[in-house]
């Protein structure tokens, strides 16, 4: 079993900066790419970013390019977004989710946080 929780969402005005964190814990030796999603209210889930456990490589949505930026630290079992220039668009529960495998850009990921809602309005 495996459990993801987020932390780190909340306020902030457009250009401003965020930093979310996502704990795994469980049997996350069986998980190998990680990734950020997020669902803004009327519309479908979107991919983000993702990065996998080892390796230096990282994935980017063409929308936060050159904004968000995905880390993880091993030794924690953690998994961060830092999103900056934030704007009124990137408003979104964000969730943090898990793959035994490959990442993808859809919603295909067998493990999930429960999501933590980030707001971007002055």
């Known amino acids: 079993q495996v459990q993801l929780v987020e932390s780190g969402g909340g306020w902030v005005q457009p250009g401003g900066s965020l930093r979310l964190s996502c704990a795994a814990s469980g049997t996350i030796f069986s998980i190998n790419a990680m990734a950020w999603l997020r669902q803004a209210p009327g519309k479908e889930r979107e991919f983000v970013a993702a990065i996998y456990w080892s390796g230096d490589s990282t994935y980017y949505a063409d929308s936060v390019k050159g904004r968000f930026t995905i880390s993880r630290d091993n030794a924690k079992n953690t998994v961060s977004l830092q999103m900056n220039s934030l704007k009124p668009e990137d408003t979104a529960v964000y969730y943090c989710?898990?793959?035994?495998?490959?990442?993808?850009?859809?919603?295909?990921?067998?493990?999930w946080g429960q999501g933590t809602q980030v707001t971007v309005s002055s």
């Open positions: 989710a898990g793959n035994r495998r490959f990442y993808n850009t859809k919603a295909a990921y067998e493990y």
